[in-house]
């Protein structure tokens, strides 16, 4: 393995990524009255389940060290969602401590980003250096039991997906100034904004797709009953741009509909109701640190909606048993929802989706009474990977030459470079300001009186 890595990765690279450390926090105490042989067991299989936590998110462990780990996110291999998954995997660390050890033991985490140097690992050392990394073993000691401490860069990077505790100056040696960092609370559900800060939003040759996802949920509502539609187009092209435009029309409507998003993940293992999960933890208004046995009294008469959080069934449970429980709860849970007002489901990355989700989104449309809409996005291979979904399709095409100059103008105004204009016609309409906009996500953001907020797409 070691010589398919050098083999595969250039002597030194420069490589923008995301770093963990993670250590565990009371191992001394903890095995102070215990049998040697049962604490190295129940250590084992915790480290064990760090690399899969990691490994399935797509991370590199770096190596161990004591009761520390280290994992890098990007470095070798890149997403466009790095810093996510790094903080998802910080998420599902204390979570996994939790189900092991209860409250005996606990873990500092430290999360940042930014460019490192990757190159050929040496024997106890890291392939992954750089003033990232020590500022990251920073955080990680600077952290509480049980926190995890997120530097300013990773923050920038995941905005809106997270939410964080207050800005802070933590301590740092050969850091004059310390370092900006805040503590990661939960993973949030909410629709958020995709592109970065740095510009005012501006919505602009969408107005037709618009009016027809509004009459879609104007018809929904007089008919009273379901409906599913899937905005389609490429990464980058303003799906989510468009649907956070339909959500602000939403939420002015009187009386206001019910709202809930969820995503679907390109990665992890478990997650084919992720993101039903998520509807889930908005709705019911429930944290990261909600134990699992907290969880299983809360939905113990429903247990499909226990399965979709992540919660297994019991050993002798029958697969289809469990389909059914979930299918079913869902459509009591939604079919409720909707006596009460019109609700609008909306899933995000449905490409990324397992085939049981998809069918699950099904038998909720077919059997819901009620004004459901169920929207859903997607890129244009939902057909290749999903042939069997079905419903009304939004297709998102590149902007238009004339409505990408109002939207360049709107950001830099009518006295914008003239080579800036012209790069849009061979990017297919998608203005050169994004390309580096989606560089300058990646720094750290100082913000400054009057700045403005960059939201492209």
């Known amino acids: 393995m070691a010589a398919e890595r050098e083999l595969a990765m250039p002597a030194e690279e420069r490589k923008l990524a995301t770093v963990i450390f993670a250590d565990l926090v009371g191992s001394t105490e903890f095995a102070g009255d215990q049998d040697p042989e049962r604490v190295r067991a129940l250590l084992d299989r915790f480290y064990d389940s760090m690399v899969a ?36 995997v910080a998420l599902a660390m204390q979570r996994r401590l939790g189900e092991l050890f209860g409250d005996r033991l606990a873990l500092r985490i430290g999360v940042n980003t930014g460019d490192v140097v990757v190159g050929a690992p040496r024997e106890g050392s890291s392939f992954v250096t750089g003033d990232t990394v020590n500022v990251c073993a920073r955080l990680e000691q600077a952290a509480s039991p049980g926190e995890v401490l997120v530097g300013e860069r990773t923050v920038a990077a995941v905005r809106g997906a997270f939410e964080f505790g207050e800005p802070q100056t933590v301590e740092a040696k050969g850091k ?99 993101p039903l999960g998520e509807v889930l933890r908005e709705h019911f208004r429930i944290l990261e640190s909600e134990a699992p046995a907290s969880l299983a009294a809360r939905f113990a008469d429903r247990e499909g909606l ?119 016609g061979a990017r297919r309409g998608e203005p050169v300001l994004r390309r580096g906009a989606d560089r300058d996500a990646r720094r750290p953001r100082r913000d400054r009186p009057g700045e403005r907020q960059l939201e492209i797409r």
């Open 176 to 274: 004059p100034g310390g370092v900006a960092c805040r503590t990661l609370v939960r993973a949030l559900s909410l629709m958020r904004p995709r592109g970065v800060g740095g510009l005012d939003p501006v919505f602009v040759g969408r107005e037709r797709e618009l009016e027809t996802l509004r009459a879609t949920f104007a018809r929904v509502v007089e008919d009273a009953r379901p409906g599913v539609t899937t905005v389609v187009g490429d990464a980058g092209v303003g799906k989510t741009r468009l649907l956070r435009e339909l959500w602000q029309w939403l939420s002015d409507r009187s009386p206001q509909p019910l709202l809930r998003t969820g995503r679907c993940l390109s990665y992890g293992e478990g997650i084919t109701y992720w």
């Open 53 to 88: 936590e990691i490994e399935r998110a797509g991370g590199t462990v770096e190596k161990f060290a004591g009761d520390a780990v280290m994992a890098a996110f990007g470095a070798p291999a890149a997403h466009e969602d790095d810093a996510e998954r790094a903080l998802h």
């Open 306 to 424: 226990a399965f979709s959080l992540g919660l297994r069934p019991s050993g002798d449970m029958h697969p289809l048993i469990v389909r059914g429980r979930i299918h079913g709860a869902w459509v009591d849970l939604l079919q409720t929802l909707v006596r009460e007002r019109p609700a609008v489901l909306l899933i995000e990355d449905l490409h990324w989706a397992e085939p049981e989700l998809c069918s699950l989104l099904q038998v909720v449309v077919e059997r819901v009474d009620g004004p459901l809409l169920v929207l859903t996005t997607a890129r244009p291979e939902i057909g290749d990977r999903h042939p069997e979904w079905t419903g009304e399709v939004v297709r998102l095409e590149a902007l238009r030459p004339e409505s990408t100059d109002e939207l360049i103008t709107a950001h830099l105004g009518s006295d914008c470079p003239g080579a800036i204009r012209a790069d849009r």
